[in-house]
């Protein structure tokens, strides 16, 4: 890895995929667009998934996510791919948001420390749960610092 400061490892050249789009207005772009007008809204229905593309291998550090309350992902498990197979996940932690407007970050720390060591080419937040009884999830702001 070359730099050991923390920098931002979301951008434009991030690709985005997510497991659905409530309409086409509150789609997976507005993720990072980092407008507080704007926002992805998932269908309905558990689990319901973002997952991230980096260009180049990067060690996640800190999370950020600021959800709209009431559509709030409260167990979020994160996952990477295995080295030796690309289509196969494996957990690295479980964050646990509150059912809040506000930002909230969290620690990336992994249940298993080599998980991250060599870094990672992408990285699926899986939401498990939602505080909205029909497993909606809303985020106005993505964002994801670590190492390059």
């Known amino acids: 890895m070359a730099s050991s400061a923390s920098v931002p490892l979301l951008d434009t050249s991030t690709s985005i995929k997510v497991s659905s789009t409530l309409e086409k207005s509150t789609g997976k772009k507005n993720l990072i667009d980092k407008s507080p007008e704007t926002c992805w809204t998932s269908q309905q229905g558990l689990p319901q998934f973002i997952q991230l593309g980096f260009t180049s291998h990067v060690i996640p550090k800190h999370l950020s996510i600021t959800f709209q309350g009431g559509f709030v992902g409260t167990r979020c498990a994160l996952y990477v791919p295995r080295e030796d197979d690309k289509k196969e996940w494996h957990l690295v932690c479980t ?46 702001d993505l964002s994801l610092d670590g190492m390059i």
């Open 95 to 140: 964050v646990y948001p509150e059912d809040v407007n506000r930002r909230q970050i969290f620690d990336v720390i992994p249940e298993k420390p080599e998980a991250l060591h060599n870094g990672v080419s992408s990285l699926k937040l899986v939401f498990e749960s939602s505080s909205d009884f029909f497993g909606r999830i809303t985020i106005y």
